[in-house]
């Protein structure tokens, strides 16, 4: 006899509501902050290859139509790198954040773990979507390997909120 596992949507609280929009918003400023780092060195490295190549003696370093030429392909270079990681990492975060939705996946613990170092206790678990959680020492005695525990992430994002 099989026994398969539930996984189920609900509602996000207003506190898991409010984390995934501060990491909306940070993580955006990233992406902005990261592509105005792009666009300067779009810039500026065309201008360098210019220097390098006037210092080493080539006739028409400072040609305009190899240093804009350069700017631009650098340019959609960057812009499509960064729309691109944007596109696929963020989109999904805004995509949570507009349905308002949770996953959660009932998982079995296949291994339980205390790091004394950090006086920390994990549960490995038989999740895709996460490798262990860090639980509290109560609940590490109370469960042991081969229960089951459940894990709510974001839907789309699939960002670790907790477990019960």
């Not at 780092?37 to 190549?53: E, K």
């Not at 030429?69 to 691109?84: K, P, R």
């Not at 079995?108 to 549960?123: N, P």
């Not at 020492?137 to 907790?162: C, M, P």
């Amino acid at each position: 006899m099989a026994f398969e596992l539930q996984r189920y949507t609900e509602a996000l609280k207003p506190d898991e509501l409010n984390f995934l929009l501060r990491k909306e918003s940070k993580e955006r400023k990233m992406y902005y902050k990261i592509f105005s780092i792009l666009m300067v060195m779009s810039f500026v490295l065309p201008l360098a290859g210019a220097w390098y190549q006037a210092f080493d003696g080539a006739p028409n370093a400072f040609s305009s139509f190899r240093y804009f030429g350069s700017v631009i392909l650098m340019l959609l270079i960057s812009s499509a790198a960064t729309y691109g990681s944007y596109y696929i990492n963020h989109r999904s975060l805004q995509l949570d954040i507009r349905e308002r939705t949770k996953t959660i996946d009932t998982i079995r613990i296949t291994k339980k773990l205390y790091i004394t170092a950090k006086k920390t206790y994990y549960f490995y678990i038989d999740s895709i979507i996460k490798l262990n959680i860090e639980v509290s020492a109560n609940d590490f005695e109370r469960l042991k390997e081969g229960d089951e525990v459940s894990i709510e992430y974001s839907t789309h994002s699939q960002q670790y909120l907790g477990y019960f």
